[in-house]
């Protein structure tokens, strides 16, 4: 097998699935419109009952949250999250500064000016995203504004 890292099974197949999104993700033009929030069921996934509630289903990636630009620089990278900036209500995150290198940055998410994305998938966009978890990244940096912008962000 090409992972012997040490990953669960179902870790192994969560790490799969976010990988091939990520592909997807890189090659098509996202936009804001079809902004997600991705869950998977660890039912399905393991074939194993749910040991609690909250097993049953978690959040593992949130994809096209920002529109793909072709004059901005993608980039990918698998990065910690250092903090964390809430709306005043708690409900969606503003923005995400990241450790990358030797360097930090943040990065706006935008997610509170998405029209498609309901309460429900705020809520549970919220919740996904913690301070000292790893997880893979998609954004980009755009040369005329030097703006950066979160499109996806993939649990490990």
């Known amino acids: ?7 669960g099974h179902h870790r192994l ?20 419109d079809s902004a997600r929030v991705i869950s998977t069921h660890v ?3 393991t074939g194993k009952p749910a040991k609690t509630a909250a097993d049953k289903s978690s959040v593992i990636a949130l994809i096209n949250l ?11 990278a698998k990065t910690k999250i250092k903090s964390v900036q809430r709306s005043e209500s708690g409900i969606t995150t503003e923005s995400i500064t990241f450790s990358l290198s030797n360097a930090t940055i943040t990065i706006p998410t935008h997610m509170g000016d ?3 994305l309901t309460l429900d998938d705020l809520v549970d966009a ?4 913690r301070v000292g978890q790893t997880y893979f990244i998609h954004f980009q940096t755009c040369e005329h504004t030097q703006e950066r912008s979160l499109i996806n962000i993939y649990a490990i």
């Open 1 to 7: 097998m090409i992972f012997s890292s040490g990953l």
């Open 13 to 32: 197949k969560r790490f799969a699935l976010c990988l091939s999104l990520l592909s997807v993700a890189t090659l098509t033009t996202a936009a804001s």
């Open 126 to 129: 919220t919740k996904f995203i």
């Open 43 to 45: 039912e399905k996934m």
């Open 66 to 76: 920002e529109e793909v630009m072709p004059d901005c620089q993608q980039q990918i």
């Open 114 to 116: 998405n029209p498609i």
